[in-house]
């Protein structure tokens, strides 16, 4: 089990498989249809998968989806396990925790943006990251403080 420790200093520490099953919470509106298309068209599903994400995927596992294979949510569930435990690991192989900031920048912004949390940068897609993480940050924070009682 990988845990990655919480969105902010002191939180609690949330699975990564509890982690992928809020991404959702943030991507898209409630009761949004499987086949919901956002960012113009380029992405795809209750994940708001990108195609570059399915190229990812297709390279870590040696599968062969498709981006329409992002339409379903269980294949949309294994692809962001899949491709943020890969990153998550190769973050703790240099040394650093992985954080949910670390796994929302991989998301949002590529496996590559994960060194933007501790080396931030002036420019526009560090503005659009820090965009994301507050606007999914409230959702983690809530559900770890709501199963911390569990």
Known sequence: ???ITGCCP????????????????????P???YDVVGDN?????H???HKVMVD?????TGSKATHTDAFDPVFSEHLAYAVLSHYAKHIASTGVTPTADHLLFIWNGGGGAWKRVESARNDQKQINLNT????ATPIIIKYINGNANL
């Not at 002191?10 to 509106?29: G, H, N, R």
């Not at 990812?56 to 870590?60: E, H």
């Open 47 to 49: 994940y708001q998968i």
């Open 10 to 29: 002191a939180s609690p520490s949330i699975t990564l498989k509890d982690f992928v099953k809020l991404i959702p919470q943030w991507e898209v509106y």
């Open 132 to 135: 994301y993480r507050s606007r």
């Open 31 to 33: 009761d949004s249809p």
């Open 56 to 60: 990812d995927y297709n390279r870590i």
């Open 41 to 45: 068209g380029a992405a795809y599903g």
């Open 1 to 3: 089990m990988l845990l």
